[in-house]
């Protein structure tokens, strides 16, 4: 378990390509509640010490549950985008297994996430140029994967991860970026 974890992390190519031929739901799950979990976990008991550890474990049950079910719904919009693209017909479940590894980087970045909350407020800009680096980290391993299940080229992976984050940012965030350009030019 640990090389295939190795494999996936830092030799995505070969590690994603193994990882499809075999059921990995559970495991999936399994990396992606350990991953997301400790470095949510890490964050809110640094920065949130004074408030009883129920809050912070209600937080951290929270912020697992609305990220799952968000990077499941993520899985069929790429599934669903690469099948629109005209790519081979992928396994959605498959797909989803994947996305659970994709998680994996915030595992190895929560001692950043720990040193930046034992700096209090000065660590914020480092929390975040942590959390960009997992972002980042874990979209090149979305791409990877997209690669392993649809068997398409690096490029239209990327083109079709660049669709899905336009979607959502349509979706997301532009109504409250243009709620609260109107909120400001109101006053």
Known sequence: MRRKTYDVLFDPGAGMAALVKQPCLWRSAFYFTISVGFFTGVVTNCWLLEQSLQIRFAIIICTVLISATALALYGFLIHGIMETFGALAGDPVGLICLLGYTTLPFLLLTPGALLAGKMGLGGLPLLGGIFLVG?????????????????????????????????????????????FRLVSLSF
Do not use: K, N
């Not at 980290?137 to 068997?151: F, I, N, P, Q, S």
């Open 135 to 179: 972002c980042l980290w874990m979209l090149y391993l979305l791409v990877r994967t997209l690669e392993a299940v649809y068997l398409v080229d690096c490029f239209r992976a990327a083109i079709a991860l660049l669709f899905s984050l336009l979607l959502l940012y349509i979706v997301f965030a532009l109504p409250w970026q243009i709620g």
